[in-house]
C-alpha cells in the first residue's frame, strides 16, 4: 500500500513538475524565435504542406490495417464455424 501510494505521488510530482521545466526554457533568451528558429512564411507554408501530406497519408496506413485486421476476423470466424456438408442428417 505504501509502495503504491509512494509510486503514484512520485508520478504525480513528475506531472506537475515537467511543465515547470518547460517553463523555464522557454523563458530563456532567444528573442521569442522558441526552439526551431525564426519562422518566417516559408517555414509556416512548409509545415502546412507537412501537415497537407501527413493526415492523408496517416488516414490510408490506418485504414489498411484495419482492413487487414476485419480480414483476419472474418477468416477466423469462418474457421471456426462448423462445415457446411455436415450439417443435418444422412
Known amino acids: 500500500m505504501r509502495r503504491r501510494f509512494a509510486a503514484a505521488l512520485a508520478f504525480a510530482y513528475v506531472v506537475l ?32 504542406f507537412i501537415l497537407i501530406i501527413f493526415f492523408p497519408t496517416f488516414v490510408f496506413a490506418m485504414s489498411m490495417i484495419q482492413r487487414r485486421l476485419e480480414k ?18 444422412w
Open 17 to 48: 513538475a515537467l511543465p515547470l521545466a518547460l517553463a523555464a526554457s522557454a523563458a530563456a533568451e532567444n528573442d521569442g524565435r522558441g526552439f526551431y528558429g525564426a519562422t518566417d512564411d516559408k517555414v509556416v507554408t512548409n509545415a502546412g
Open 72 to 89: 483476419r476476423k472474418e477468416a477466423r470466424k469462418a474457421a471456426s464455424l462448423p462445415d457446411a456438408t455436415w450439417r443435418g442428417g
